[in-house]
């Protein structure tokens, strides 16, 4: 399975970006997806995750993007977005999604690199001041 991250550019701050991620394969099935990000020089954090779990789904989100980022996914298309509204300069970053499939995670290793088995390419947010 591959995902593929797009959607990325340069925008002003304020202004709203949707980031997408396709995964290879439709009848891909993951247990949750998540957007991480990498800023230059810094490691990798934790922006938005989806779990589903029983027919529920969570979303969880960091406190840095929690009020401005949503997190989607359209099952038809297997598909999840990433929309991203009221973007800051600090918001620039390249941004990862990634997904769990072998294991159903629990919600507090949502936040870790490793909880993840497959990861996308990474494209580019540059929000400028």
């Known amino acids: 399975v591959q995902l593929q991250a797009s959607g990325g550019g340069l925008v002003q701050a304020g202004d709203s970006l949707r980031l997408s991620c396709a995964a290879s394969e439709r009848t891909f099935s993951a247990n949750a997806m998540a957007w991480f990000r990498q800023a230059p020089g810094k490691e990798r954090e934790f922006v938005a995750a989806?779990?589903?779990?029983?027919?529920?789904?969570?979303?969880y989100y960091s406190d840095s993007v929690k009020g401005r980022f949503t997190i989607s996914r359209d099952n038809v298309e297997n598909t999840v977005y990433l929309q991203m509204n009221n973007l800051k300069s600090e918001d620039t970053a390249v941004y990862y999604c990634a997904a769990v499939v072998r294991v159903r995670p629990i919600v507090s290793s949502l936040w870790s690199t490793s909880t993840y088995d497959y990861w996308g390419q990474g494209t580019l947010v540059t929000v400028s001041s």
């Open positions: 989806m779990r589903w779990n029983s027919g529920n789904v969570g979303r």
